[in-house]
């Protein structure tokens, strides 16, 4: 059995709590994990800054309980949800015709939120196949877009929680842990950028990001009630520059240091990659705890 986190969901945690939760999986009907999360948040006041409940952190969390022998879960309804599937649709995809030129010849350049099931089948069916990381759901509060323009689609791009822990970056916004924790909601994490292989428009990519900035300031706030004060994203250096990134005007912070996030015995080994973040506000330090 693994040790008792001193620390979940941005909470103080201890045998009470555990007690709480066996209670909750206990008395949950129907007995689905999604249920017992959210009686969870519920009895343990797992919220995010707007008072909404934690519901994919409780359930990253309740997992690690879970696979640490500390609960017994009900069985995952659709599998593992770490390996989620889902049915490729075909029907939507773009012909992979070449494409060369420059963004300004693009007419209707543009981001289509995914909002439909329909449009989210399509985004998921892109990403596995033609993104390198493939398809896998997002954590925390997320927001999904299809490039388009006025010919067809480009690529999609894909924003949601950002990471727990990152050396580099919380050294860089004068972060401790308790400070991070109260925070992290500030800010969102771009965990998927694809231009479509057959694209090879000239400063696309920087657009787009441009572009996305302008979406998520709005589309944010009309769907979690907050918006986040600043982007960050990892670059993986084996597969690409970042050459986007540096002409949107990120910030390039460092690299990581080649674990995972749930390395807790430091053995795993992932590729490193480059840190870049961009602030959305003039005083964003001041809104993730930070006086400046």
């Given amino acids: 059995m693994g040790s008792l986190p001193k620390r979940l969901c941005g909470n103080p945690f201890g045998d009470k709590d555990l007690s709480v939760i066996q209670d909750e999986i206990n008395n949950a009907n129907p007995r689905l994990r999604s249920e017992v999360a959210r009686r969870v948040c519920r009895a343990l006041h797992w919220v995010d800054v707007t008072g909404k409940p934690k519901l994919m952190s409780a359930r990253v969390a309740l997992l690690r309980l879970h696979r640490d022998n500390h609960i017994e879960l009900p069985p995952p309804r659709n599998g593992n949800g770490n390996k989620t599937a889902f049915t490729q649709d075909s029907t939507d995809l773009p012909p992979e015709i070449e ?15 995914v909002e439909t099931p329909r449009t989210s089948r399509l985004f998921n069916t892109l990403v596995q196949k033609y993104h390198y990381l493939g398809y896998r759901p997002l954590p925390g509060a997320q927001v999904r877009y299809l490039i388009r323009y006025d010919k067809g689609i480009l690529g999609a791009i894909s924003f949601s929680g950002a990471a727990w ?33 057959w694209i090879s428009v000239k400063n ?16 944010m706030p009309a769907r979690y009630g907050y918006c986040p004060v600043l982007l960050e994203t990892f670059v993986d250096t084996e597969l690409f520059l970042g050459t986007c990134y540096q002409a949107a005007n990120w910030i390039r912070l460092g690299q990581t240091k080649g674990r995972g996030k749930c390395d807790r015995r430091h053995t795993a080994k992932i590729p490193v990659k480059d840190i870049y973040v961009y602030p959305l506000k003039r005083k964003f330090l001041k809104s993730l705890g930070v006086d400046s």
């Fill in 99 to 113: 494409l060369k030129g420059t963004v300004g010849e693009l007419a209707g350049l543009r981001l289509e939120a």
């Fill in 204 to 219: 696309l990519a920087s657009r787009v990001l441009s572009l996305s900035i302008k979406c998520l300031k709005k589309d």
């Fill in 165 to 197: 822990k990152v050396a580099a970056r919380d050294n860089w916004i004068g972060w401790d842990a308790r400070t991070r924790e109260q925070h992290l909601s500030g800010i969102i994490n771009n965990t998927r950028f694809l231009i479509l292989p």
